[in-house]
């Protein structure tokens, strides 16, 4: 069975701190991973990864891909009281998208 | 349309009712995407059609869920004989290309209660 862990469950950080977030996978036939962020409802899309070892990167957040040791890491830098959010991590394989649980990031002023 | 739709937003229902619920995905984008969130939870992966195929229908949590696609765009999840453990948001998302190779925009949810 498709497995997808993140670490840590949650996260509290003041405004300026860097964040990594880990996500960890297990999946059959990996085609992609992808991050999310949740603030309310619906989930936005951050990033998606396909290879080993090439850093993604939008703004202050970054995200980079380990296919031999099966997993990803969310970078933040100079966190913002707008970042706050569960930030979801999920990986397609086959076809099913599984995600994990997600880590919840508070960013305290 | 511009993002994704859904409707109902909230939905109460009384166990043992059927409900259905609809999602109007993105204009052009072939693949279609059904999950399911109870509080406090993470996602949960239903099922997905590409045009109006679902290639893997074993995500469905019982034979009481079903979805179906019709035309390449609106989908239907139907709900049999709702369970109070069903109450959960449930979101949709599309797109452009085939799972797990381009970004997801998802709709706002429906809120389904069953009393």
């Known amino acids: 069975e498709d497995k997808v862990v993140q670490s840590p469950l949650s996260l509290v950080v003041h405004e300026g701190d860097t964040v990594t977030l880990n996500c960890s996978y297990e999946?059959?036939?990996?085609?992609?991973l992808l991050w999310y962020k949740q603030e309310k409802k619906a989930p936005t899309f951050l990033f998606m990864l396909?290879?080993?070892?090439i850093e993604k990167k939008s703004g202050r957040l970054s995200s980079i891909l380990d296919k031999k040791e099966l997993f990803s890491i969310l970078n933040i830098t100079a966190t913002q009281t707008g970042d706050s959010a569960v930030y979801l991590c999920?990986?397609?394989?086959?076809?099913?998208?599984?995600f994990g649980t997600g880590t919840r990031l508070t960013i305290i002023p | 349309g511009a993002g994704v739709s859904q409707s109902p937003s909230n939905k109460v229902t009384e166990k043992g009712k059927d409900v259905e619920l609809r999602c109007d995905p993105i204009?052009?984008?072939?693949?279609l995407y059904w999950y399911r969130q109870s509080l406090g939870q993470g996602l949960e992966f239903l099922i997905y059609?590409?045009?109006?195929?679902?290639?893997?229908k074993s995500g469905l949590p019982s034979d009481r869920f079903s979805a179906e696609r019709t035309g390449g765009s609106v989908s239907t999840l139907t709900i049999q004989r709702t369970q109070q453990e069903d109450s959960a948001v449930y979101l949709c998302?599309?797109?452009?290309?085939?799972?797990?190779?381009?970004?997801?925009?998802f709709g706002p949810g429906t809120r389904l209660t069953v009393l």
């Open positions: 998302a599309s797109s452009l290309v085939a799972l797990g190779y381009g970004e997801q925009f």
């Open positions: 059609f590409q045009g109006n195929s679902a290639p893997d």
């Open positions: 999946v059959t036939n990996f085609r992609s």
């Open positions: 204009s052009g984008h072939t693949a």
């Open positions: 396909t290879s080993s070892g």
């Open positions: 999920a990986v397609t394989g086959n076809e099913k998208l599984t």
